[in-house]
């Protein structure tokens, strides 16, 4: 069964006119479930993160600070969000709920996360809507639990995932691989163990070719026995910020490399969703919705499926 965290607590209220699309974090299981691609059944709340997983990951003084809501207004200003005790528990929730999310994944060979993708977060910040690193938080958790040796992090959204490069740099466990926008924020990168700069324009050919020859090749080098996928559609033509121009199908075909790669090397994936700008809401919800509708269909539908019976 494909396994999907989602809380109330994932659509947080913010200021008037904010550019953030924090309504799809609800929306999304909405469509799920009325078009029948998932039921009830399906959705698990997840539970808060406990201090001492999030201190295998971030420095304790800023955690102290975050959740004392003690953090400079320039702090603040990075994040992009007003920072509140709201959004400091919803954040624990999310990331809480990407540990399960690995965790159903180790199972099932597939798991995604309704929200995260925070891979803005540092070890000791905070920028670009991003608190807690949810990726880095439940790939630490799992190494330090001794319940995976091998991760690799493939990260698809249109900005480079730079608080995941900076917290695994000297983390040979960890393949921290961004295929991001050249010319996109953040403006001055970090160093990933593979960093791929796509230029303005790149369309879904030049995308899907390179990420498929590039996957591939990780995986048979690498040999990580974890993968975790972050997910941004603001890769789509249509993104207000991204630059890019892959197609709606182009983006549901760069999932289905991903998935089809995970399932023919009998590697479990934990997905958060990362980031999307689209104008119009909808366009960013049915573009998230299609990673659930080919996670199902890959893993759960197909008579060729192998995960669930793979040699242990």
Known sequence: MLKIAFSD????????GHKFPM?????????LLSEGTISEENLFVPKPLDEETILLT???HYWSRLQSLSLSKNEVRRIGFPVSEELVYREIVITGGSIQNALYALEHGVSINVAGGTHHAFTDRGEGFCLLNDIAVAANYLLHHNIVSKIL?????????????????NEPRVF?????????FPFIKETSDLD???????GDDEYLSTLSETLTGLIDSFHPDFIFYQAGVDILKSDQYGKLAVSMEGCKQRDKI????????????????????????????????NTYRVAQDIFFNSVTTSYLNRPV
């Not at 607590?9 to 008037?16: D, F, I, Q």
């Not at 959204?157 to 740099?169: P, S």
């Not at 921290?176 to 996109?184: I, K, L, Q, R």
């Not at 791929?196 to 790149?202: E, F, H, K, M, S």
Request: charged fraction near 15%; include cysteine; aromatic fraction near 8%.
């Open 153 to 169: 992090v493939v990260d698809l959204d249109v900005h480079q995932g730079n608080g995941t490069a900076q917290i695994f740099i």
């Open 196 to 202: 791929i700069p796509l230029p303005n324009g790149t």
């Open 258 to 289: 991903v998935f089809q790669n995970c399932l023919q090397h009998n590697t479990p994936v934990a997905v958060s969703m990362g980031g999307g700008y689209s104008k119009g809401i909808d366009v960013i919800v049915d573009a998230h919705c």
């Open 176 to 184: 921290t691989f961004s295929m991001h926008g050249e010319n996109n």
């Open 9 to 16: 607590v994932y659509t947080h209220r913010l200021p008037e």
């Open 58 to 60: 971030h420095d304790r």
């Open 23 to 31: 309504s799809k974090y609800s929306l999304i299981p909405q469509r």
